[in-house]
C-alpha cells in the first residue's frame, strides 16, 4: 500500500525553459515554410507562378486576333501561348468568350480569371439576297493575289488564313525587304505546309522587289534581315570596309560565313548602284 500513499515529487521545469522556446520558435518556422511551398505549388498547378502572377498586363483582347506575345502579357509561359496559337492554326475559331474553356491550357480557372478582358468582334451579318453568277474554271484561275502589294484583308480571303497568319505574312514581306518568289510564303513561321500547298496557286510576285545599295545599306539593316542576321553582317561590314566599295554582288560570295545557299537568297535583294 506504500506505493500508492508515497508522496509525489513535482520535476522543476523551469531550468529547461530556454531549449523549449527555441524548439517552439523552430517548429513554427518549419510550420510557415511548409506553408509556402504548398501555396508555390499549388499556384503552378493553376498555370502560372506567383512570380508569373505579378507580371501579367491585363488588357481587353480578341482571343481570334492576338499572338504569343499578347498571350504572355496575360500570364502563359512562352510555351503555353504557342500551344494556344497551334491549337488556333488547326481552324479553332472563338465565337464567344466561354468558348475559351475549351482549351486545355487555359480551362475554367483561366476563363474566369481572363473573362472581364474578352472582347470578340461581332460576327453577325445581314443577310442578302441577290444572284451570284456562276464561276467559271477560267475566272477562278485569274483569280491571285500580289502578295508584294496585298494587305491583311486581301490575305483573309484565302482559304485557311486568319487575321494572325495574314498579319504574319505582311510582316514577314517587310522584314524581308518584299517577296522574290512564292516559296517564300511558306517559310512563314506556324504556317501549316497543308495550308500553303492550298494557296500558293492562288499567289503570285507582280510586283519587284525594291533593291537596295549593297554599299550603303546600314549594319542594322542588313542584321533585321531575316536570311542575315548578325555574323553574317558583320562579315559583310568588315568586308565593305576592306573593299571601300563591291563592284558586283558576286563579291559578296568572298565574306566570310556566306556559303552558294544564302548568297542565292540574299543576291536578289542587292545591287551596287543607286
Known sequence: MYFYFRPVQHADSSIYKEEIAAFIKEYSERKSASTFFYRQDSSERKGYSQKAAKRIEYFEFDPNKIEVEEWMKLGFSEKQAESIEKYKAHGAKFYKPEDLKRVYIIGEDGYERLAPYIKIASREFQKREYERPEATEQSKSRW?????????????????????????????????????????????????????????????????VSKMNINLVSLQKLKAHPYIRYYLAEAIEKYRDKKVNLQSIEELKSVKGMNDSIYQKIAPYFQVGE
Open 144 to 208: 491571285t493575289i500580289d502578295i508584294n502589294t496585298a494587305d491583311s484583308a486581301e490575305f483573309e480571303k484565302l482559304r485557311g488564313i486568319g487575321p494572325s497568319y495574314a498579319r504574319r505574312m505582311v510582316n514577314y514581306r517587310k522584314a524581308l525587304g518584299g517577296y522574290v518568289s512564292v516559296e517564300q510564303v511558306s517559310e512563314i513561321w506556324g504556317l501549316p505546309d497543308s495550308t500553303y500547298q492550298a494557296i500558293k496557286d492562288k499567289l503570285v510576285v507582280g510586283t519587284p
